[in-house]
Each structure stands twice: as structure tokens, then as C-alpha cells.
């Protein structure tokens, strides 16, 4: 029996030739499929994608690229219940998978209505009024945007297998280019089914998506300027897939977003008894437990004014003592299993690393009590919260155990603090948590440099914050250095990084001629 | 005697330690003097970049850093015969030199006028409004720029000295990111020289600008997320340096211009006796004579309606043999010198590959006349028009001489025009030289892709039109593929490039606190 997850490519679903690797259930240990690539025709889908995908999706307008992609979310969102369904045995809770299938389809409903509102009724984007270049007004220059007629490569994370294809394949449906999903291999079924979805509701022309479920050899070798390359994952496979000749010496546009060390600080003025006291400890179970903190934007490094650390590790203690671990869906459980047991180990051998130079406040790594599953043959784990009293422990602020683990740290000034920030060498967001504005805007302000996203959580806002995990389709998401120095989502830009930015010079009735009815943003 | 050019690190004028490469005359092949950055402290010059230069522009608002821009370009402007007479000994006529050194001040005029006009009084870039994220209007998010804390390593091209240094440093000092210079060796004299008048002229602060002439070991091993390189060379030498790990895994920002294989492209409308025949002619010639081809946008493809191709081939053809080569500022010569030997050599080198697929319209690039000048020790060389009846041919599209050669190739449609552009695999810049609308619009829509820039030349634009070849700091100046897949210039993107974009999230006062009184734009 071929057990093998299949692939879509091509216009037809096909499996690869046996091997490759076993995927297990993250609760039960119990084998699911293989997943293997092995005699797929990869050479043949990007002929696919280029010369059915994309002449299709450019033969439409932007509203009517917008329509497919709501009517793709609505696909997805009909049939969530089948995603939630899979997504508890990757270890997700209910309200995980939420996070991942209706904040994946919700992000694509959201690039919907950018599209539809925000993008000319054609397929070129004026992107400014014509400039003068001469003083008589016979020359003058403008900027336009068209579709590169490549195709958008995805390589995506095992954490989020539904939002993070739809984030990079909305952007790109709109900009009328096609993509190839390759999904991580733990997940690679939910991401599947999701295709298999929107595939099912014929609601994408033909060659518009494909994925790929396994390994990609020679793809690669098959890019060229035309085509983009959209990684998230860690920032060892982002350096190797960066240094390939593709990007290097085709300028294949790559885009990568890493996992990285984010920080939340609470201010000096949140003591215990303020809400921002709670607001913080809130946020950083939330980081903890959600996904088994296993999210490129959770809270590694939570910074406390060294006179609070005290009361901020006891509150934390107690909230993680009530946390349930166990199966999805199980009586009481509200945290579900890593991945897989290949996680688990990886977690914690980050742990012993962090040791060094930390104590533990709360957990053991090898110990877990669980509900409704074995301990052992599910890959569950204990939050951990570390405390690290030397803040310049270089370890907390390089080594990223991807799980529910966190350290705290005092700090003294706010000077201070955005130092011992800027160590994590980028990072793809940061909390302040404090009600003080001097402090909140001194911090922010000299913090953005290093972020690509900044909360500022308070008692204001605090009912209808979205939360210090959250990327939002509105607003950037990516960051510099270790975070991969990229940029994804942030509305239309997402778009346009899919478009060739062409200045066109002329006489203004010739570049009117040329933009059409475009009109200028 | 130690004739090696000096570098300006730290504060400091200091000379390499002897050795390194010997730089001679373009036009008498006389020595000029060393170039080596032997000994010279770089480790010094990153810190002095990063604790002196950037914080002292970072202190400053934008139109401050507006006003520094202004000034250096007035002293360039004040000092340029001393830069015409240095470019001459590169083989610039004082034409050529205009195009690098006027084109330099002027770019940076052109910055001071739109950081002045263009960026607020402060040092936040607010980007958009508050974007509304809750029901209640509790959360809201908004998207800063700020300064990266890190600086920016030029590595220019040696075509263009002065404006290859001053397109960088003007975007990125109103970013207020301090900036390194590591000019090519051939022509460092002249860049080192531009530097030496702002030096002189006390106009910016230590550690904005500092220049390395000769090699850089090790430097990229300092570099971080927070810093950038701009390159403008070769894709070779933008593959090689691409692939450190500086950028593959740090992610210090990249951004390649490369030399491309630039078209342009006469409409089946323009023939003989119409005006757009004669522009297209007179462009092609501009484009080889100019810096004796020396740049990087130069047309390397001219495709003409089969029909007009004999006619094409004869007019330009006339008009290079009128071209007189030789000496900068002997009588009556209109093109210069090559910038040294081994240039020529290249270019005979590259010339040669062509020849499997080409017959000769004009020119050999082993023989030429001069005046005022020896042809042998001069690196002189004859204007060379090649022509290709098939333009199937792979090497037109692919093997640049980077000197004053073209080859002249045949099309019987649009479509096909369109399709051998795109072999080029991504260029700099194109002109579409026709007066029929229809031609033009599906011609520049269908190549946009595949350019950065892209003129559309007809006789009424033509009085005012800056030309083909001629990159303005409001257009982008890069492309797709082959040409590096970057972007400068056009207009304030190159200052935000340099930027941080951070996505803000709060209630909005706590936004409104945090941008300050930066104004949305």
C-alpha cells in the first residue's frame, strides 16, 4: 500500500514514489503517511505554473484576482471543521488550530477586500502622478507596477500550515502570479487538505497553485529574476537556500522570515496591582501556551525593572501551574503537544543549553503531567519559565528553545533595556507593556530599528489588542537580522513585492497612453 | 617614495602600507600611483561608522540632514574642474566627466530638494494613518521608519566615480546611516578626490563618509542586520559577494546593480525620414560613444523591423565615422579613452565571443585612429557596430563588451520583440523609440517585467528627454535578473530603504505618543 501524502501539481494529485519520511501523530505516536517527492515532475509544474498559472491569473484585473481569493477563504472557512479535525493531531488544541486555519482564511478575507478596495480595475498600478523632468513639460517620468511573469515559490514552517500558505498565496493571487507551495513535512497534511479545499471548490484557474509535499530537488536550479522565493523557518535553512546560485546569481528575490528572540518589557511604572502587571504576566502565559509555543513570534525574553522580578516570576508561576497539558479536545486540557518527538528532543536540548546561565522558576522539560494521552508517545512537554539574574548571559539571547519556554531578566534603566534588547540581533516583535508614555515612546522609538513589530499594550487598548503573538495582514510582518530581514503581509506592500517597480518616461499624453486607466495611488 | 592613494578612515587621512595594484593613465599609460588598503584599520572605521557617524546623523532631523546634502553638493559643485581634469586622466572627455561629476552634485541637489520638501521635521517617517484593528476603536496599528544602527558600505563601479558615490550617500545620509566607500581601484582617485573636497569643506560630521581605496579583507565579517552594501559592479562579483554570510546569515541588507544587456527597440512605424528614425539613430550612437560605452545602462541591443534594418545599419554607420577618438580635450575629439588596458582587453575579448553570431556593420576593435594621443599606450579603441541576422543567436543576449559595441538585430512583431528582449534576462533600462500608440503601450507593458526603467522616445518628448542611458534620482535606477535584481534611487524609496519599517501597535494615543508630530504621508 502506498501510503504517501499526495501532491498536486500539474492539474493532478500525485504521490511520490515511496520512502521519504514517516510522519506520526503528535498525540497518539501512531503512524499517519509518508511524505516523499520522489519521481514527481517538479520541472513540469513550473512549466505549469508559467505558462497556465500565470498567463491565467494575468488575464484577470485585481477585483476580479480579489474575488478568487475570497471566494478561496470562503472555501476554507465552509470547510474549517476538517482542518480543526487534522490540526489536533499535530498536538493543536481547538482554539490553536483557530489561530492557524481562521486566521488563515481570515488574512486572505482581509486581502480580499484590500484588493478589491485598493487596487486599480486592471492589471497595472500607477504608483504616482507624473513627474516633471523638463522645464518646459514636454518629459516627464512615473512609476508603474506589473506582474513579474515568474512564479512564487513557498517554503513554508511546520507551525502554522494553513495561515502560512494563505499569507504568501493571497499577496500573490492578487498580483497575479502563481505559486508552488512546499509545505514542512509534520504538517505537510494540513496544508494539503487546505489545497485540496480550495481545489475542490474550483474556485483558482488551473496552475495557479500547486504544492508539493516532500523535498524539492533541482527546483532551485530552475528559477530565475522572475521568481520569488517566500521562506519562513529557521535562519540555518534560510542561509542555505539564500546562498544557492539562484538568488545569488539569478537575483531570484528571496524573502525570509526566521524565528527569532522577542522581547515584552514591562515597564518601570507597571508594579504589581496595575493592570499592566497583569496584562504582562497575561500575555506571557499566552506566548507560552498557545501552539505549545511553538510560534515565530512568541515571547522569549520577557525584561522585568529588577524590582518587580520577584512578584512577575511568582505571578507567572502560578498561572503556568494551572495550565493543562494534554490531547486536544481532552477534558480541561489548555495545551496541546509539540509537533513531534523530533521537536521535543530539540527543545529540550535548547534547554540544557539555556541552563548555563539560567535557573529555572518553573518546569522540567523531561517531566510532564498529561490528560487524556501518554506522556511519552505523545510529544508533550512542561512549560518552562527561566530567570537569568545576569542579563548579559549571551545565551538568552541567541539560543531559541521553540517551545512553551520563556526566560525573564531584570533590568535597571530603559537605556538598559533597549540595549539588552538589540541583542537578540533582530526580532520579528517586542511588548511594552506599561502605562508611562515617556517610557513606552522612548522605548518604541529606539527599539523599532531592530523589530518589525511593536506592541504597546496598556489598559486602553488592552480589550481589543490582537496580542503580542499575532501578525496582522494590515501590518508588517518580518524583521531584520536573525528575524531574516524580510517583509511580508503589511497589506498591499505584500502585493507590490510581487510586482516590478518600472519607471516609464515620455510625454505625459504617451505615459497616459501607457498606464491606461490606471489612476495614481 | 610611498605613492598609494589615501583612504579617509577615522577622522584621518592615512595611506596603505605600499603593494597592492598600480593604476595608470588611461590616455599616456603613464603610472598614477598605488592603490592598497594594506594595514588600514577597517575594524576602526565600522566602529567609527557606528558610534561616531551615526549617531551624530541620527541626532539630526531630516531636513537638517537635508541641508548637509545640499551643502556637500554645493562644495562638489564649487571644486568640479578639479574632478573634470582627474576624470580626464580615466579617458573622460569633459562631457563624459559632466555626466559623472555634475550628474553626481545634481543627484544629490535632487536629494536635499526632496528630503527638504518631501520628510518631516523630525526623525520618525510616519508612513500611513492609524489603521483601526478593533471594533470599539480601542487598537490600532501604524507603520513607522526609523534609522537602522548600523551603516552602509558602497562598492562602486569605476565607470562612474562621483555619481556612483553620491546616488548612495545622498538617500542614505538623510536616513542618517553613516556611509563607507570602497570605490573601484581603476578610477578610486577621483571618488577619493570627491571626498577629499566634502572633507575639506567641513560640511558633514566625522564618521558620516569615510573611503577605503584598495580591498576590503574581513570586512563583511563585521557587518550585521542592521547595515547594508550597495554594489554596483559585475553579476559575477555581485554573486560572490551576495553569497557571504554576512547577508545570507545575518541578512545585511543587499541590493546589486549590475551591468545589463539594455535594448532599444525602433517601432515598424518609425522608418527612414520620420523624425523617431533619426532619435533612435542618434540615441544608439550617444549610448556607444558616452564614457566610450562605459555604462552600465549603454544600449547593447538595437532591435529594428526587419524592413528598416539595412537603413539603420547605413545611418549609424555614417555617424560613427564621424566620431573622432582620442585624447580628452584634443581638437575635435568626441570620444575618449577607455579606462585602461585591461578594459580593452575585455572588451576585444568579449567583442570576439560575439563574432561566432554577428557580422561587423562598423569598426574593429583592434585598430583606431587617435588624436592627440598613442592608440597602443592609450586605452583607446574604435567604436564597433555589430549586426545579427538571426536574432535567435545566444551570446547577443547574454555576452556584454562593456565598451563602445552594439549589435543591430532584426524583428518581424511586436510579440517577437517583446520575447527577445526578455532573453536579455532582466535589464536596467530600455527605449521603445516609435510614435504609434499602440505599438508603444503593448511594447513598454510587456517589458516592463523584465526593466527598471523603461523611455518611451518620440519626437515630442525628444527636446526635453534626458535620454536613454541617463538614471534620475526621482526613476528607479535598477532591474530584475541580470541587472541584480535591485533598486536605487527613485526618489525617497532610496531613503527608506535604509530605513526600518515597524509596524506600531496601541490605542491610538499611545500611537499619537510614540510617532510624535511625524505627519502621515
Chains 1, 2 share one sequence.
Not at 502563481?178 to 496552475?207: C, D, F, N
Not at 528532543?345 to 529555572?360: I, M, N, P
Not at 537578540?424 to 530599528?449: C, E, K
Not at 531574516?484 to 516590478?500: M, N, Y
Request: glycine fraction near 12%; hydrophobic fraction near 40%; include cysteine.
Amino acid at each position: 500500500m502506498n501510503d504517501t501524502l499526495t501532491s498536486y501539481l500539474g492539474g493532478q494529485w500525485v504521490a511520490g514514489d515511496g520512502g521519504g519520511n514517516a510522519v506520526a501523530d503528535a498525540v497518539t505516536g501512531d503512524h499517519l503517511h509518508l511524505v516523499s517527492s520522489g519521481g514527481l515532475d517538479l520541472p513540469g509544474a513550473v512549466t505549469f505554473a508559467r505558462d497556465v498559472g500565470g498567463p491565467a491569473l494575468r488575464s484577470l484585473t485585481f477585483p476580479e484576482r480579489a474575488a478568487l481569493v475570497k471566494a478561496a477563504a470562503a472555501a476554507l472557512s465552509e470547510r474549517k471543521q476538517e482542518l480543526y479535525d487534522l490540526s489536533a493531531k499535530a498536538g493543536a488544541t481547538l482554539s490553536d488550530a483557530k489561530v492557524d486555519v481562521d486566521g488563515g482564511f481570515g488574512t486572505a478575507m482581509v486581502y480580499a477586500g484590500l484588493g478589491k478596495r485598493g487596487l486599480p480595475d486592471g492589471t497595472v498600478v500607477v504608483e504616482d502622478d507624473p513627474i516633471q523632468l523638463g522645464k518646459e513639460g514636454l518629459f516627464f517620468g512615473q512609476h508603474i507596477l506589473t506582474s513579474r511573469q515568474g512564479l512564487a515559490l513557498q517554503i513554508n514552517a511546520f507551525n502554522f500550515p494553513v495561515w502560512g500558505m494563505l499569507e504568501k498565496l493571497a499577496p500573490a493571487l492578487l498580483a497575479g502570479v502563481p505559486s508552488i507551495v512546499k509545505p514542512a513535512t509534520p504538517t505537510a497534511y494540513i496544508a494539503q487538505h487546505a489545497v485540496r479545499i480550495m481545489v475542490e471548490a474550483e474556485v483558482l484557474p488551473e496552475g495557479a497553485l500547486q504544492i508539493v509535499c516532500g523535498s524539492i530537488p533541482g527546483l532551485f536550479d530552475l528559477l530565475d529574476g522572475q521568481d520569488s522565493v517566500g521562506f519562513t523557518g529557521s535562519a540555518e535553512t534560510a542561509a542555505k537556500l539564500r546562498s544557492d546560485p539562484a538568488v545569488t546569481q539569478r537575483s531570484v528575490r528571496f524573502n525570509a522570515e526566521a524565528d527569532s528572540l522577542n522581547s515584552s518589557i514591562l515597564g518601570p511604572d507597571a508594579g504589581p496591582g496595575t493592570p499592566e502587571f497583569d496584562l504582562f504576566v497575561d500575555a506571557l502565559i499566552t506566548e507560552m501556551t498557545v501552539k505549545a509555543g511553538q510560534k515565530c513570534t512568541a515571547i522569549r525574553r520577557a525584561f522585568v525593572p529588577t524590582e518587580h522580578l520577584e512578584e512577575v516570576a511568582d505571578a507567572v508561576s502560578t498561572k503556568l501551574s494551572e495550565v493543562v497539558v494534554g490531547a486536544p479536545g481532552a477534558e480541561g486540557v489548555t495545551m496541546g503537544a509539540l509537533v513531534g518527538l523530533d521537536q521535543r528532543d530539540d527543545v529540550r536540548a535548547k534547554v540544557a543549553e539555556l541552563a548555563a546561565g539560567t535557573t529555572t522558576v518553573f518546569g522540567d522539560p523531561q517531566t510532564v503531567e498529561v490528560v487524556g494521552a501518554d506522556a511519552e508517545r505523545g510529544a508533550f512537554i512542561s512549560p518552562v519559565l527561566l530567570r537569568s539574574d545576569d542579563p548579559a548571559v549571551a545565551a538568552v539571547h541567541a539560543v531559541e528553545a521553540f517551545g512553551p519556554v520563556s526566560t525573564l531578566m531584570p533590568y535597571e534603566s530603559a537605556a538598559q533595556v533597549v540595549e539588552l534588547v538589540a541583542r537578540g540581533q533582530g526580532s520579528l516583535a517586542a511588548s511594552v507593556v506599561s502605562y508611562d508614555d515617556d517610557f513606552t515612546r522612548h522605548v518604541v522609538q529606539n527599539i523599532a530599528s531592530h523589530h518589525g513589530r511593536v506592541l504597546a499594550l496598556d489598559r486602553d487598548s488592552a480589550p481589543e489588542s490582537t496580542g503580542h503573538g499575532t501578525p496582522m495582514p494590515q501590518l508588517v510582518h518580518g524583521g531584520p537580522g536573525r528575524a531574516g530581514g524580510g517583509q511580508e503581509e503589511a497589506g498591499l506592500h505584500a502585493v507590490f513585492d510581487h510586482l516590478q517597480r518600472t519607471a516609464v518616461q515620455g510625454s505625459k499624453a504617451r505615459l497616459l497612453s501607457v498606464t491606461g486607466s490606471g489612476q495614481a495611488r
